[in-house]
């Protein structure tokens, strides 16, 4: 599937993949900043977010998908830069098809195993009573709660909002998608093998969850230490995209040609 996304700039491709509760709008912002540093910045709608959300979707491969838009665009070889759920897609993108990945930089991942704090377990209570009670807007404000610091902007909550809302619409009307069989799961020491650089980051305001996925991580990934997002949440790249776009491009710039 052909993925609806955005592009800017010219150079080195850096593909952006939102959070679980966001869309590709998270990256507005950094699309332009990105262009502006000499790359060509691509963001993606992930199947049951944004403009992906308008069907029932059985046994999604986001990971395919993503690669399938790129091959569209004429992209073969890339960086990767996932937030939550598009951390977890860009790690499957990477054991999936690992010549095409140039480095891959995950922010805020959690595996699914992991059992979550009261915190996280109270977010996830907090979002469902409210849609069982159809209170849409008990719904987002249970999102905003959960994954935007203190410290965000109006304007960065205004926004988040917005996404959750759409991204709940479009639960309630389609349902969860159904992922296929994880390519993770497949091969346990995959992530290992990756012949890459990566870079763990997390929010500092984020949710312990997420430092302690953070820190599993990148010892898997012999990542070295975690980096953490000054006064940023579990959306810490859209509440701080000029550190967030600082972070990446060093990344990148340190990357093989």
Request: hydrophobic share 45%.
């Amino acid at each position: 599937m052909i993925l609806p996304f955005d592009e800017a700039g010219q150079g080195r491709p850096i593909v952006l993949l939102h959070a679980r509760p966001a869309d590709r709008t998270m990256w507005r912002t950094h699309l332009r900043l990105l262009a502006e540093a000499g790359v060509r910045a691509i963001a993606l709608d992930l199947p049951g977010h944004g403009d992906a959300s308008t069907a029932r979707l059985d046994r999604v491969t986001p990971w395919t998908d993503v690669l399938d838009t790129l091959d569209h665009l004429g992209v073969d070889r890339f960086a990767l830069a996932g937030n939550s759920l598009g951390a977890l897609v860009a790690l499957q993108i990477a054991v999936t098809e690992p010549r095409r990945v140039q480095g891959l930089v995950s922010i805020g991942f959690r595996p699914h195993d992991l059992p979550p704090s009261p915190r996280l377990r109270t977010a996830w209570d907090r979002e469902r009573a409210a849609l069982e009670a159809d209170d849409l807007e008990a719904a987002v404000q249970a999102g905003l709660d959960a994954w935007t610091s203190p410290k965000a902007s109006d304007a960065v909550r205004e926004q988040a909002a917005a996404m959750m809302r759409n991204q709940l619409v479009a639960r309630v009307t389609y349902g969860e998608p159904k992922a296929a069989t994880d390519p993770l799961s497949k091969d346990t020491g995959a992530l290992r093998a990756l012949p890459f650089p990566t870079l763990v980051g997390v929010g500092e305001l984020d949710m312990p969850d997420f430092f302690e996925g953070g820190a599993g991580l990148s010892d898997e990934l012999g990542a070295g230490e975690i980096v953490v997002l000054p006064d940023g949440g579990h959306l810490a790249p859209m509440e701080q995209p000029e550190a967030f776009c600082a972070l990446l491009l060093d990344f990148v710039g340190r990357l093989p040609a």
